[in-house]
C-alpha cells in the first residue's frame, strides 16, 4: 500500500505535464483486425502472473490474480498500469509493476504489428498451487487461444519450480490445438549448467527463449557505503553461509538480483 500511495502521489505531479514524444499503439477488435490484415499470421501474447499466495501474488484491475480465470486484456491496459506486482518470489523472477508496464514482449510484437503478423490478443493467466487450479486455467488459456483463432501464441512464465508446470501445460494444450508456441522462462540448471533447467517438461516445448541460469555466481565488489543491513546475505534465495569474503566482496546466484533473469525479457541476458 505504501508503494502504490507514492506512485499515485507521482502520477499525479505528472498528470498535466506535456511528454517529449507521444506514441501510438493499434488495438483493433478482432473483426476490425482481420478485415485489416487478412493475410497476416495472427500472434497471441500469453502472459503468466504468479499468484501463489503468502506474498507471491500479482494484481489484475486490484483483484488478486489467483481468484481469476485466464482472460483476454488490451496489451495497451497492461501499459496503463492494469497489472501491478504484490509478490516476492525469488528477486531474479519479479516482474515489478514497473516491468509489466514496460513488458517488451508487448512493446516488441507491436513494433512488427501490421508488418510481418498481426498482434492481436493478450491472454493473462495465473499461476496457482492446486493442480486442479493449474487444469483449470491451462485449459483456459488453450481454449481461449483457439477461440481467437491464433496461429501462434507466445507464452511467458513468472517465478520457477512450482509454475514450470503451469508453463509446461499451457504451452502443451496451446501446442495440441495446432497454434505454433514460444515459451521465454529462465533456468535453475545449477552452477555448472549442467542439471535440469525446468521441474517439468515436454516435447512440444522445443521453441524456448531463456532469459539465462538463475544459478550463475557472481561476485559483488565492495561497496564504499552499504544503506541498510548485510545481515541476510547469506539466507536470501542465492546466497549461502560465510559467502561474504574478509576483503567485504560477496559470492552470490544472480537469483538475488531483482530482474536479472526477468522471463518478460526486461535485460539482456541469455543462454546457450
Known amino acids: 500500500m505504501a508503494g502504490l500511495k507514492v506512485a499515485s502521489y507521482i502520477g499525479a505531479l505528472g498528470k498535466d505535464v506535456t511528454p517529449d514524444e507521444v506514441t501510438e499503439y493499434e488495438t483493433l477488435t478482432l473483426k476490425e483486425g482481420m478485415a485489416k490484415y487478412p493475410d497476416l499470421p495472427r500472434v497471441g501474447y500469453v502472459q503468466m502472473l504468479q499468484s501463489q499466495g503468502l506474498l507471491h501474488d500479482t494484481y489484475v484491475y ?39 508496464e514496460n513488458n517488451p514482449i508487448v512493446y516488441d510484437l507491436f513494433k512488427r504489428h501490421g508488418i510481418d503478423y498481426n498482434f492481436c490478443a493478450m491472454v493473462i493467466t495465473n499461476e496457482n498451487v492446486y493442480l486442479a487450479d493449474k487444469e483449470r486455467s491451462s485449459n483456459w488459456a488453450a481454449k481461449l487461444c483457439e477461440f481467437l483463432s491464433l496461429d501462434a501464441v507466445i507464452i511467458s512464465e513468472e517465478g520457477f ?40 517438461a515436454h516435447s512440444s516445448c522445443d521453441a524456448v527463449v531463456t532469459a539465462g541460469n538463475a544459478n550463475q555466481v557472481i561476485t559483488l565488489r565492495k561497496m564504499d557505503k552499504v544503506i541498510g543491513t548485510e545481515e541476510y546475505v ?34 539482456n541476458l541469455s543462454a546457450r
Open 62 to 100: 486490484g483483484v488478486d490474480a489467483k481468484k481469476t480465470l485466464s482472460t483476454v486484456i488490451y496489451p495497451t491496459e497492461v501499459m496503463d498500469g492494469a497489472i501491478i506486482s504484490g509478490n516476492c518470489v525469488s528477486a531474479c523472477d519479479k516482474n515489478t509493476t514497473y516491468v509489466h
Open 161 to 200: 519450480g512450482n509454475p514450470d508446470t503451469d508453463l509446461v501445460m499451457n504451452c502443451k494444450k496451446i501446442s495440441a490445438k495446432g497454434i505454433k508456441t514460444v515459451i521465454v522462462t529462465d533456468e535453475y540448471a545449477g552452477r555448472d549448467g549442467s542439471s535440469q533447467s525446468l521441474a517439468d
Open 234 to 267: 547469506g539466507i536470501i534465495a542465492g546466497g549461502w553461509a560465510d559467502n561474504k569474503k574478509a576483503d567485504g566482496t560477496i559470492d552470490v546466484e544472480i537469483q538475488v538480483i531483482t530482474g536479472a533473469t526477468s522471463e518478460v525479457g526486461f535485460f
